[in-house]
């Protein structure tokens, strides 16, 4: 999973043989109580899970070890900006689209499991989707290209 983040300063994170337990817990049942969202990339479906609060967007995608099919994770922000993603304590290989208030994808980015480095939209945007590394590459998703279904996209 990922998190977004803000310039604003990062905060601890889970830390310790203990608190890194209950960390993992609560990470895991805190994301089952997401709502689910169908999406659209075309003819293709996506099960997306709806992280559209501070700490759901934070928790995101941390600690799973795999996505069933064609499942991912919708963040939903309030207002569009330049939304960045990295990857601490992702186990999976994901790839993000970044989506623009109209549901066409501004940019697409391949994120590596574990890191920390930013990936952010190439323009002001109020959604991100990831998925598994590839997915929207093997679909021949690509900039420009529309995702439906958003809640409150236009």
């Not at 939903?76 to 208030?101: H, K, Y």
């Amino acid at each position: 999973m990922t998190r977004f983040f803000s310039r604003l300063p990062r905060l601890a994170t889970c830390a310790g043989a203990g608190i890194a337990a209950w960390c993992l817990a609560g990470a895991v049942s805190a994301q089952a109580s997401l709502p689910m969202q169908t999406l659209r990339a075309g003819m293709h479906l996506i099960h997306a899970e709806v992280a559209s609060t501070p700490q759901t967007r934070e928790k995101g995608l941390m600690f799973r070890e795999q996505l069933g099919a064609n499942q991912g994770m919708l963040f939903i922000f309030e207002v569009p900006g330049t939304q960045c993603m990295w990857m601490r304590n992702t186990l999976v290989p994901l790839s993000v689209a970044f989506i623009a208030d109209d549901g066409t994808i501004a940019n697409i980015e391949d994120m590596a499991p574990k890191t920390e480095d930013s990936h952010c939209a190439v323009r002001p945007v109020r959604y991100a989707l990831e998925m598994e590394r590839g997915w929207f590459a093997k679909r021949g998703l690509k900039a420009g290209s529309r995702i439906d279904g958003i809640p409150g996209a236009r």
